[in-house]
């Protein structure tokens, strides 16, 4: 089992920016690609981003990029999206979320995704 807890969430301005945290326990960290998704109210659950185990592949919903930065510290066990110059769309609940897969492609769906933090609420408001 992971266990994963996001933190960072909240409001914010449009055109602000919000830095979300995904600490992560239980097996070991760097074994897993790591994916943040978010959830409006009435909506499907959305792929935003992800990054391959070690950090070298990263990948974007294009929605968000050059906007939105995925990192992680696989000595922090934490994975981190930096959000900025946000929108009033960008409001929704967050998720992180880790996934044994290695594919790019597998990366973008919530069904590859194993393990699910609770999730932190951003609201952008105008």
């Known amino acids: 089992q992971v266990q994963l807890v996001e933190s960072g969430g909240g409001l914010v301005q449009a055109e602000g920016s919000l830095r979300l945290s995904c600490a992560a326990s239980?097996?070991?960290?760097?074994?897993?690609?790591m994916g943040w998704f978010r959830q409006a109210p009435g909506k499907e659950r959305e792929f935003v981003a992800a990054?391959?185990?070690?950090?070298?592949?990263?990948y974007y919903v294009d929605s968000v990029k050059g906007r939105f930065t995925i990192s992680r510290d696989n000595a922090k066990n934490t994975v981190y999206l930096q959000m900025n110059n946000m929108k009033l769309e960008d409001t929704a609940v967050y998720y992180c979320a880790a996934s044994e897969s290695p594919f790019g492609g597998q990366l973008r769906r919530n069904s590859y995704y194993a393990f699910w933090g609770q999730g932190t609420q951003v609201t952008v408001s105008s």
């Open positions: 990054i391959s185990r070690s950090g070298g592949k990263i």
């Open positions: 239980g097996r070991t960290f760097s074994n897993y690609a």
